[in-house]
């Protein structure tokens, strides 16, 4: 008999707002941020083995050049998780890469939580015997954020995070990504340093992303793709995260699908996803 497949969805993460505080004396930044997730992102599947061997393949329109060992998240994620365990299962694992890399919706730290909340089921771990946030926190500023995949407003390095009452489940979006990419070190880099304001979440539609600037610096292709989607009339149309997907939500899905269908035949070599948020 087969062992069987356990799958999950690595959301993709938005920023719907970004706002940069301050640059702190380690180098990190002080964020306010209200992240939330779309219901499509990559793949991850898994199956168990016995032998305590963790194995990754990777495949997608968007895996080319991705390491399969500890330089990948998910075998970080994997590795950190058997330790803290003290595990002897293993696992084969796929993951199908469809988001764009560096591209800022949080592919890897996505894929990371994916493969946390895959391996919980997968090994039949309790939560509640490890501490899971901590092996979160020690795999990347987003991953905590990802792993719910929910609505939450994050500061500090984006490691604290709160429940907001805010439901946007089923708000259509569109993303888009002229295919470049936008390395996130030079883009925080390349901030101006100046503080813009705090970001109230239950008002993000009139907040910012204050890393669009610098990292229109770097690929000016970002102005374009915002153009293109401000010409849309969505709701609001922003940079995510350190770029260069931006978004549009929209009020409809039908509306949506004709601006996702308008752009597709003006760049065609542009990357662009419809979905919804969660």
């Not at 035949?265 to 542009?270: G, L, R």
Request: glycine residues 10%; contains cysteine.
């Amino acid at each position: 008999m087969e062992p069987p497949v356990l799958t999950e969805t690595a959301h993709a993460k938005l920023n719907l707002a970004l706002h940069v505080r301050a640059r702190r004396a380690d180098g990190y930044h002080e964020l306010e941020s209200l992240f939330a997730f779309c219901a499509d992102g990559d793949g991850l599947s898994g199956t168990l083995r016995e032998d305590g061997e963790i194995a990754l393949r990777v495949e997608g329109p968007f895996a080319d050049g991705l390491p399969t060992d500890e330089r990948n998240l998910v075998m970080r994620a994997a590795h950190a998780l058997q330790a803290a365990t003290g595990g002897h299962l293993g696992a084969d694992l796929l993951l199908e890469k469809r988001l764009p890399v560096a591209s800022g919706i949080g592919g890897g730290s996505a894929d990371a939580a994916a493969a946390l909340r895959l391996l919980v089921r997968l090994w039949d771990v309790r939560p509640m015997e490890i501490d899971f946030p901590a092996i979160a926190s020690a795999l990347g500023a987003d991953v905590p954020a990802c792993l719910g995949s929910a609505t939450i407003f994050g500061s500090g390095v984006g490691d604290r995070l709160e429940t907001i009452d805010l439901d946007l489940a089923e708000t259509p979006v569109l993303l888009v990504n002229p295919l470049i990419a936008c390395p996130t070190g030079p883009v925080f880099g390349g901030w101006d340093g100046i503080d813009r304001g705090a970001l109230d979440p239950l008002a993000w539609a009139r907040g910012r992303n204050d890393l669009t600037a610098s990292a229109m610096a770097l690929v000016p292709e970002i102005e374009d793709v915002l153009a293109v989607l401000r010409a849309q009339l969505p709701q609001v149309a922003r940079m995510s995260g350190s770029g260069a997907t931006c978004f549009a939500v929209f009020a409809s899905e039908a509306e949506r699908d004709a601006a996702a269908d308008r752009i597709i035949a003006d760049h065609p070599d542009w990357w662009v996803m419809t979905s919804l948020l969660r």
